[in-house]
């Protein structure tokens, strides 16, 4: 799997085995309010309480690369929910800092 682009606010997530990558478009955002119902606030309390039902579908949204769907298929347990919640966090605060290797992309600002 490529490596996130952190200018982009992507950031990478493993789970259940697997690598990913989240980025919060505002498509996603838009997806995560409607399936949700929740404000921004209430939605990160839900999160670091890590809600399954919340933590799934704030990662189904913002997964840029890799299949959310299978992620939760085969998973069984919670023992990576609170990596997961980090990364969904990261994903929706992203530390915006410019990746190294991305020549002129990263630079032209």
Request: aromatic share 4%; net charge negative.
């Amino acid at each position: 799997m490529r490596k996130p682009i952190k200018s982009r606010g992507e950031v990478a997530c493993s789970f259940n085995g697997k690598e990913y990558i989240l980025c919060a478009t505002m498509a996603a955002l838009d997806q995560i309010e409607a399936e949700t119902d929740l404000a921004i606030a209430d939605l990160i309390n839900e999160i670091n309480k890590k809600r399954l039902s919340v933590l799934r579908r704030c990662f189904e949204a913002l997964v840029v690369e890799g299949d959310a769907a299978a992620a939760f298929a085969d998973k069984v347990g919670v023992a990576e929910l609170p990596e997961l919640s980090i990364s969904i966090m990261d994903a929706l605060i992203p530390d915006m800092g410019t990746d190294e290797g991305n020549g002129d992309a990263a630079s032209a600002s």
